[in-house]
């Protein structure tokens, strides 16, 4: 296995791994359906992209784009993240505040295709269909980003990334507010007569979500170098989402074993299937058919996941008879 | 405490702890309360009883907020409450039990309870970002408290389950417990006893009438009779959207119209 190929699956394996985390915390924890995450991750990709990109009348104009700040590392990863939270402001207002939760599933879904319709169409905005290339690594001004160093250094720069990700919704999750928040996903009109503002959690929970993915997507476009529509259309929100299934809903470090599992594992092993047999396409379409499988099959079989989530026992508690 | 149809109320001693005034709650066309006035006096328990589809389910969701009023004022403590989101309303110490178990069935009994408790520091995002730390002497105080509730209604032992294996009884209990925990000052019970074994009826109504020795107002939806008889200081009659009497059973068995309506046998 060469250094590119580790880096590449490393760093991809990051990305996931942030991206769970994040659909855990609104999915998992709080039973937000968000059909839509995969947009929160696109616009954190493209934050990053515009704010790194010299303007676009450079590269001999061959792509149209607004901005193009050139902005130095960290900022477009900041930005991104700043970015995905602040998107998830109108969305969540929009969404989270009137509608039920299945109806609010669909809405975002449609936000999501909408999304990537708009942004595939109007090229003047983000380049249409044909993406931004040539988006600036982090810190290529410093290292070059041909070289193993950089490929370790980026792989880093994920791993911190994870790290503090991890921390965060730890600390949430495990906290009286995540406690509030599996209250309401188990029952949102009790836990509003037990003085819970559930507009209020759903929001935080829209926001915090929407940031992490943002990041994650800026760390992707500046490890890719470039960001396209084809790259965020919504059924890889279903992918995160078979990869919370499998790796348990509610646990932090089942949404990490889920995204090693489906987006990395899975994914990584079906790409070496031999394409030459059937018509040209089958194998990837078949892709789909296997992930859609392992959803159905994980819920029929082990609705909660390799790793369920926990059972919160309290220090002095009783002994308990079962497990 | 008095309660008369809609407009007029009839006055009690003393300030009354709630006072739903002319509340009308509509659905389309249908009127499920109609106009409905009654005053809550504190440090006692009022039966709200009536027939099927007398309304009293959806009135007593009006008084919480979890439904809004079409029509009416609800004044609590002396305060406007009727444009009150219910969360804000239980916060203010009005704070309802549901007519099904609404248990939060994969959260253990204990947490259960933890999670209706005010005043936790960790109960926010910054809270929780500050870490354990910053929340823990909140939680070990709440834990206490909650452990004793668990005590007091026999469920030590239930403590680390989840809710959602619990018998319907004990998921009665568990509903009481946890509006406790809120400290509330009017405790609205929507049909407490219903489907729920006969021994832990009788627990429930002992638990009530410490409840009510100690000083807590309840105002509490039931159908079985001779519970109200035994539990209630008095009673509110509803039917068809209205209020048709109020009293005391016994008083409000010698009237012909309420025994026609509903207390029939």
């Known amino acids: 296995m060469n250094t590119y190929y580790a880096a590449n699956l490393l760093v991809y394996a990051g990305v996931d791994i942030i991206a769970c985390l994040a659909l855990n915390l609104q999915f998992g924890v709080s039973g937000i359906v968000n059909f839509s995450f995969i947009v929160f991750q696109a616009v954190g990709a493209y934050t990053a992209a515009v704010l790194s990109l010299p303007p676009d009348s450079a590269n001999g104009g061959f792509q149209i784009y607004f901005g193009g700040y050139q902005m130095p590392f960290p900022i477009p990863w900041v930005g991104g993240a700043i970015a995905g939270g602040l998107l998830a402001i109108p969305v969540g207002m929009v969404v989270l505040r009137k509608l039920r939760s299945d109806y609010q599933a669909i809405a975002l879904l449609v936000l999501s295709i909408i999304t990537n319709e708009v942004i595939t169409n109007a090229r003047p905005f983000l380049n249409g269909a044909a993406g931004l290339a040539l988006v600036p690594p982090p810190l290529s001004d410093q290292i070059d980003p041909n070289t193993d160093a950089y490929q370790y250094l980026y792989v880093a720069l994920t791993a911190v990334c994870v790290v503090l990700v991890f921390i965060v919704v730890n600390r949430v999750v495990n906290s009286p507010y995540g406690r509030s928040m599996r209250a309401m996903r188990e029952r949102e009109i009790a836990a509003m007569a037990i003085g819970k503002n559930p507009v209020q959690i759903k929001m935080t929970v829209f926001i915090v979500g929407g940031v992490i993915a943002g990041l994650s997507g800026a760390i992707l476009v500046g490890f890719i170098q470039l960001w396209a529509p084809s790259v965020w259309l919504y059924p890889e929100t279903i992918i995160l989402f078979a990869a919370i299934i499998v790796g348990g809903r509610g646990n932090n470090t089942g949404a990490i074993l889920g995204a090693l599992l489906v987006p990395v594992g899975f994914e990584e092993a079906t790409r070496f299937i031999p394409t030459s047999f059937g018509p040209p396409g089958l194998v990837p379409a078949l892709q789909w058919v296997a992930i859609g499988l392992l959803i159905i099959g994980f819920l029929w079989f082990r609705p909660d996941g390799v790793r369920p989530e926990p059972r919160h026992v309290f220090e002095g508690a009783p002994v308990q008879e079962d497990g | ?265």
């Open chain 2, 1 to 265: 405490m008095t309660v008369a149809t809609a407009p007029q109320v009839v006055a009690h001693p003393g300030r009354p702890l709630l006072t739903a005034s002319d509340v009308h709650r509509h659905f389309e066309g249908l009127h499920a309360v109609d106009g409905v006035s009654i005053e809550v006096p504190p440090g006692r328990i009022t039966g709200l009883i009536g027939p099927n589809g007398a309304g009293k389910s959806t009135f007593l969701a009006v008084l919480a907020g979890t439904l809004p009023a079409t029509g009416g004022t609800i004044v609590f403590d002396g305060a406007d409450v009727t444009r009150y989101p219910a969360f804000r309303r239980a916060r203010e110490g009005l704070v309802r039990t549901f007519q099904l178990p609404s248990e939060f069935a994969r959260l253990t009994v204990l947490e259960n309870l933890l999670v209706a408790a005010p005043n936790n520091r960790g109960d926010s995002l910054f809270g929780a970002l500050m870490g354990r730390r910053y929340w823990i002497d909140d939680e070990r105080r709440i834990v206490r408290r909650a452990r004793s509730l668990l005590q007091r209604f026999g469920m030590s032992g239930k403590e680390s389950d989840y809710a959602g294996n619990m018998s319907g009884g004990q998921k009665r209990l568990i509903e009481i417990m946890r509006a406790l925990m809120l400290e509330p000052r009017l405790l609205l019970l929507d049909e407490p006893m219903s489907g729920v074994h006969p021994k832990i009826v009788l627990e429930i109504q002992r638990y009530l009438q410490d409840l009510r020795a100690e000083g807590m107002t309840i105002l509490m939806v039931e159908h079985e009779l001779h519970m109200v008889e035994r539990l209630c200081d008095s009673v509110v009659v509803m039917a068809q959207g209205k209020v048709i009497g109020s009293g005391t059973m016994a008083s409000l068995r010698r009237q012909r119209e309420i025994v026609d309506a509903y207390l029939v046998g």
